[in-house]
């Protein structure tokens, strides 16, 4: 089984900065990429950004320029800092991890969410 722990959601004003982390733990063979998705009340989850293995970052329109994923192999870690907040980016942000066991089965996790807001 795997473990994802967020931290680093808080409140900040507009134009603030937060960073957020997520470490996964447990059995892991291999990470094959991992991501931030936000929902917003009454919204879909949708993604904010995403990182493969190897470096390949994706990242929704509204926070590019803004928002940096990176990640820590060493660690099974990713970050999502985030700067020039703006009240939109308000929602709950939930790190994925799409991980690969020993039988080479891929499986995605999700982790428990933490909350971000941003007030004007």
């Known amino acids: 089984q795997v473990q994802l722990v967020e931290s680093g959601g808080g409140l900040v004003q507009t134009g603030g900065s937060l960073r957020l982390s997520c470490a996964a733990s447990g059995t892991i063979f291999s990470i094959i990429a991992m991501g931030w998705y936000c929902q917003a009340p009454g919204k879909q989850r949708e993604l904010v950004a995403a990182?493969?293995?190897?470096?390949?970052?994706n990242y929704a329109d509204s926070v590019k320029g803004r928002f940096t994923i990176s990640s820590d192999n060493a660690k099974s870690t990713v970050y999502l800092q985030m700067n020039s907040l703006k009240p939109e980016d308000t929602a709950v942000y939930y790190c994925?991890?799409?991980?690969?066991?020993?039988?080479?089965?891929?499986?995605?996790?999700w982790g428990q969410g933490t909350q971000v807001t941003v007030s004007s």
């Open positions: 994925n991890a799409l991980i690969r066991d020993r039988n080479y089965r891929s499986n995605a996790y």
């Open positions: 990182i493969t293995s190897n470096g390949i970052t």
